[in-house]
């Protein structure tokens, strides 16, 4: 008797082939991709278990065929991304079969009264967001359920209701409280964009009831949302961001590990004196998130930071946990590659990365941050100084990363 795996298995192999996706003969498909059958065999078998203990679900129920069936459309949609765009031969099938930093969320066309899975609801029965097309810009917008129309206020306090627009569908969305002194945070869920200087707009909500919502621009940060023709302001909100468990990678407090290192910390380089390994980390300082060089073998300040041409050490940092990162060749005369992993911003939200390279003194890998005004690498060294490197050094990219940020 066929199990219900082998079949969902063959259902799927059969729409990967209606999606012209190459699993018969082919071995070496577009994209530079080689697939090995006997292993996405296994992990389609290895999803269904998993999955099924996700979702609390048995074998015997109706809901399961319905469930995994959409799990194996993904899959397949998967596979199919890989196959045309080509995405890097480090980003196993195991890692395709399994997203689980991939980002959770998509932009659907909305149709009248028709709301898809997962839509992100505003905070008001009925209110879902979206975003809308206005001229060349696209504005962050309310989608009402009960009217199958879209409402947003373009500059000027024009309000704009469309009946075509976009849902945002997401299970990885959450809103964050901040107000307008603080940076805007860097996972913030780009919504919008203003075409002409290329301006980010970002969805907020009044934390005063009846709950409204608006745009946040990373100028003055403020909340403004149009209301009676007027736009109104609000320095205390919330703001809605990606829950950092649907993102290929994830910070861990250094205070929640109680001097451990976690597993997966990024190992970032190593001590020759101390013998001991360097690690990723970021850290706060004068409303700076800065990424940090992490030696855990010290008792205190255990990460290391560079600001203003000095090194500062820090007592409480973050741990950049992931698998999916590696570094590549950099001189300050290059772009920053478009797969290089933000691990903080400057007050004024401008992004820092994280770079490495050899110290020739001791031929030990320091690890520092990539500035893209300069394009160079500064470290924290010995002495409380702070060395700039602006030739042969590497900066770290996301292997298997998608832009959030897609319009």
């Known amino acids: 008797m066929t199990s219900p795996a082998s079949l969902w298995l063959f259902l799927a192999l059969m729409f990967f082939a209606s999606e012209n996706v190459y699993v018969s003969s082919e071995k070496e498909p577009p994209g530079g991709l080689t697939v090995d059958y006997k292993l996405l065999e296994k992990e389609t078998r290895t999803l269904l278990c998993e999955r ?17 069936g959409k799990y194996l459309v993904e899959i397949a949609d998967k596979l199919s991304n890989t196959t045309k765009l080509g995405m890097d031969n480090d980003c196993s099938i195991k890692g395709l079969l399994f997203p689980r930093g991939a980002p959770n969320y998509k932009w659907v066309k909305g149709s009248g009264q028709t709301l898809p899975n997962y839509a992100v609801n505003a905070g008001a029965y009925g209110d879902y967001i979206g975003r ?18 879209a409402k947003a206020f373009a500059p000027g306090i024009n309000l704009i209701k469309k009946n075509e627009f976009e849902v945002l569908s997401s299970d990885g ?17 780009v919504v919008g964009r203003i075409k002409e200087d290329n301006r980010r707009l970002y969805m907020g909500r009044s934390i005063a009831v009846p709950v409204s919502h608006g745009k946040v621009e990373t100028g003055d940060r403020l ?18 961001v990606k829950n950092s468990s649907h993102s290929q990678y994830r910070w861990v407090k250094s205070k929640d590990v109680n001097g451990i290192v976690p597993q997966d910390a990024v190992l970032g380089g190593y001590d020759i004196p101390s013998g001991y390994e360097l690690y990723v980390g970021r850290s706060w300082h004068d409303n700076n998130l800065l990424p940090s060089k992490i030696a855990p073998y010290r008792e205190q300040h255990d ?10 050490w820090i007592h409480n940092f973050e741990y950049l946990i992931t698998n999916d990162v590696s570094w590549v060749p950099m001189n300050s005369k290059d772009n920053i590659p478009s797969k290089a992993l933000q691990a903080g911003h400057t007050s004024s939200n401008e992004p820092l990365y994280v770079g490495r390279v050899k110290t020739p003194l001791w031929d030990e890998q320091r690890v520092g941050t990539v500035d893209p005004i300069d394009g160079c690498l500064h470290i924290p060294y010995r002495e409380s100084r702070e060395i700039r490197i602006c030739n042969n050094f590497e900066i770290m990219v996301n292997k298997c990363m998608k832009s959030a940020d897609t319009f």
């Open 173 to 189: 969305i959450s809103w964050e409280p901040t107000n307008s002194k603080k940076p805007i945070p860097g996972n913030a869920f």
């Open 132 to 149: 809308l097309k206005h001229g060349e810009d696209i504005l962050p917008a309310i989608v009402h359920s009960f009217d199958g129309n």
């Open 223 to 240: 909340l403004k949302v149009g209301y009676a023709n007027k736009e109104w302001t609000f320095s205390d909100y919330e703001i809605l």
């Open 303 to 312: 990460a290391h930071i560079t600001l203003g041409g000095i090194e500062i």
């Open 52 to 68: 099924q203990q996700d979702l609390k679900l048995t074998l015997n129920s109706t809901h399961f065929l319905d469930a995994f």
